[in-house]
């Protein structure tokens, strides 16, 4: 053996084994406030939601009192997600998601010193407003933080946990209602946000916004309009309208077969669990090239609107199997989508386009259940969700307009 031809040391081998390893524990340790920044616009959003109809003695005195708290969230987010969006590009995503954060906090405790009518009205707008601001940046962060071969299991295991905080926010929020009516709960939420920026503050690192050429209006609205982030983000839409329908229309329908309570709620939690369990299972899937975003999202969008047709069938087997196909029909979109849209993002336009298309999941969120509602005012309610499925089934066609372009780092 020559003398340049050193037997490689059992310390430099297991150096380089290591070294994977660390950067792997380094992103999970980034990784998670940005789930849990996920998780908190999730349940601050369906805790209050769903516990707000019961307890009139909480300001809820009304069906006009109680639409208009309920839209007050959401409309916050149709109107700001995209601006907070754009913000994050120019200042960076990271100051977005603590302000957003340490925002939702201060919006929350206003009903807590405060416990008047008036106060949850302002309470309810700035918790839509703060999540508008910290949601969008932590999908751009999301994208940045983690290379283009693993967005797919990173937008998976992100919407996994927003899942997660869909399914708890209506059982925890009720119980702590329940406790300590709605002041506890806004409790809760203030301290959630806190400890959640707290978290971020200390584990997430600083991204800077990178350089980028000036855009117009008209730029803009051409981005919008190509189908490749077109066809993802109605994509989006469509199944987060399928989401809400379900979530709300589902016991509606399952009371009409005669079926307690206690079924119906099993049927929601049904369908928020298998979208929960089915989103890192599509990322992964996409990540290891056994799933393309083509083929996933047009799959989510027929499972979907099978899970809508199913649902109309009479009794438990019509509702039981009508939520389990839209959770999966959902869990398959959400994750692809949204990593779709990264692959096809320039990195200094990350945040304007997770919160234009966080903008579009709105829309179908809101209207979804508009035209179900609508539909069922003239015919029936299952003539609705039948409505509903016959859109989705046509949605199905759109993701084949991503054959047009594929950019460079997609994984078509």
């Known amino acids: 053996m020559s003398g340049d031809a050193r037997p490689e040391s059992s310390n430099s081998v297991s150096s380089r084994k290591t070294r994977p390893r660390r950067r792997h524990r380094d992103l999970s340790r980034r990784m998670w406030p940005l789930y849990a920044a996920g998780f908190t616009t999730a349940f601050g959003a369906h805790a209050v939601a769903a516990n707000l109809g019961g307890f009139s003695d909480d300001a809820v005195t009304s069906l006009m009192v109680l639409g208009g708290l309920l839209a007050l969230y959401d409309g916050a987010e149709v109107l700001l997600k995209p601006v907070f969006g754009t913000l994050a590009d120019r200042i960076g995503a990271r100051p977005v998601l603590l302000g957003g954060l340490v925002a939702f906090a201060l919006a929350s405790v206003t009903y807590v010193l405060a416990d008047s009518p008036g106060w949850l009205w302002a309470a309810r707008l700035g918790q839509g407003a703060a999540a508008s601001a910290f949601s969008p940046a932590a999908s751009a962060l999301v994208a940045r933080l983690n290379p283009a071969a693993k967005h797919g299991k990173a937008f998976g295991s992100y919407g996994f946990y927003k899942s997660i905080g869909y399914t708890l926010g209506p059982l925890l929020g009720g119980l702590l209602v329940w406790a300590g009516g709605l002041r506890l709960l806004f409790v809760v ?49 469509a199944g987060t309208a399928a989401l809400s329908v379900g979530v709300g229309f589902l016991p509606v329908l399952g009371r009409a077969a005669g079926l307690g309570p206690i079924a119906t709620g099993a049927a929601v939690s049904m369908l928020a669990l298998c979208g929960a369990v089915v989103q890192p299972w599509a990322g992964r899937a996409l990540d290891d090239g056994r799933l393309s975003t083509l083929n996933g999202l047009t799959a989510g969008l027929a499972i979907g609107a099978a899970g809508l047709a199913a649902a109309t069938l009479p009794g438990l087997v019509g509702v039981l199997a009508g939520a389990a196909l839209i959770g999966v029909g959902t869990g398959l979109i959400t994750p692809l989508g949204f990593a779709a849209l990264a692959a096809s993002t320039p990195k200094e336009r990350l945040g304007q386009t997770m919160g234009t298309a966080e903008l579009g999941r709105e829309l179908g969120d809101a209207g979804g259940p508009l035209l179900v509602a609508g539909v069922a005012t003239y015919a029936s309610l299952g003539i609705g969700f039948g409505v509903l499925a016959v859109l989705l089934a046509a949605a199905a066609a759109l993701p084949l307009v991503l054959r047009r372009r594929r950019p460079a780092s997609s994984r078509q």
């Open 189 to 237: 939420l203030t301290v959630l946000a806190l400890v959640v920026a707290g978290w971020a503050l200390v584990a997430v690192p600083a991204v800077p916004p990178l350089p980028k050429i000036r855009q117009t209006v008209l730029d803009l609205a051409r981005r919008i309009a190509d189908p490749v982030f077109l066809a993802p983000t109605a994509a989006l839409a």
